[in-house]
């Protein structure tokens, strides 16, 4: 049943940590034990089956105990407190990194031997960040979204190239971005809805750096959309602008950063394929885009653009 207003998630469960898939929905407790719910194909849900659908959550098979957690599309990836990557779920494309074409609906290792301090599962392809500021991609690669400089498919981790050091990073649907720690925004990949920000829509197979000179503190990548907080805690977005995803006002499509509409000083945001979302330092949430099912909780199923 779809929910126009915010319902509880069942099971008593109490979480540190959620995030949300295409399909499904994961989250850690504070001992850092995994639970997800929802759609299960390919093992999405990591629960040893492939059931289509779990409607309250089911523990992630293994006992693994993480610290980060991450659901893409159809995969999720969590992170040990080794800073070992775990994934399960899709893995048509070397998604999961563990060297094989081979769907898990339980965890295994990514190889390579990298220790990570951050994971994120895009749609077929998955990042990680390492301490001393090394991005690696692995998976898909139609349209450079690994970064490596090739359209390659990559069954196991390989390097960002351009040499940039990375505080932060995000995995999309077809591109990436990525945070230096000065505050530039870096994206590479897909561009034909200007969501790498360059300004320009061609495709980049290595970092390109995001216009405007805004100074970022976070960035989300969804679909064929960026959006980034800056350090003072104004909104941006970029790219693709189908039914007011980027909270400017209007549907046009915008090739560089353009503020959210409101002055709404927003301490997070996150975003979903066609619909974005930010937090207030009081916890009060706000979301702008597409109302399908009533996804933006305003009660309404009308889309918003701002």
């Not at 109490?14 to 759609?39: D, I, K, N, P, R």
Request: proline letters at 4%; charged letters at 10%; one cysteine or more.
């Amino acid at each position: 049943t779809s929910r126009h207003v915010p319902v509880a998630v069942q099971g008593g469960l109490v979480f540190s940590w959620l995030t949300a898939g295409l399909y499904h929905t994961c989250g850690l407790t504070s001992e850092g034990a995994a639970y997800c719910w929802g759609w299960n194909g390919f093992g999405a849900l990591g629960a040893g089956t492939t059931t289509l659908e779990r409607l309250p959550p089911v523990a992630v098979e293994g006992g693994e105990r993480f610290t980060a957690i991450s659901a893409g599309a159809w995969h999720t990836c969590g992170l040990t407190p080794a800073g070992a990557a775990r994934c399960w779920g899709f893995n048509s494309f070397g998604t999961l990194g563990d060297g094989t074409t081979t769907d898990r609906p339980t965890p295994v290792v990514v190889q390579g031997g990298i220790t990570f301090t951050s994971v994120s599962a895009g749609t077929a392809h998955t990042c990680g960040l390492t301490g001393t500021g090394a991005s690696y991609c692995w998976g898909r690669n139609i349209v450079g979204e690994l970064g490596d400089g090739t359209t390659t498919l990559r069954l196991t981790p390989v390097e960002v190239q351009g040499g940039l050091s990375f505080t932060a990073l995000t995995a999309g649907w077809y591109h990436t971005c990525a945070l230096t720690g000065t505050g530039a925004a870096y994206c590479w990949g897909y561009n034909s809805y200007g969501e790498l920000g360059d300004g320009t829509t061609t495709d980049h197979l290595t970092p390109e750096v995001v216009g405007g000179g805004v100074v970022f503190a976070a960035l989300t990548v969804p679909v064929w959309h960026a959006c980034g907080l800056s350090n003072t805690g104004a909104a941006h977005c970029w790219g693709w602008n189908g039914y007011g995803a980027l909270g400017d006002g209007t549907m046009t499509q915008r090739l560089t950063p353009e503020p959210v509409h409101g002055g709404i000083v927003f301490t997070r945001l996150t975003t979903g394929p066609s619909h974005s979302c930010g937090v207030t330092s009081e916890g009060a949430a706000y979301c702008w885009g597409n109302n399908h099912a009533g996804k933006l909780g305003d009660g309404t199923t009308t889309d918003r653009l701002s």
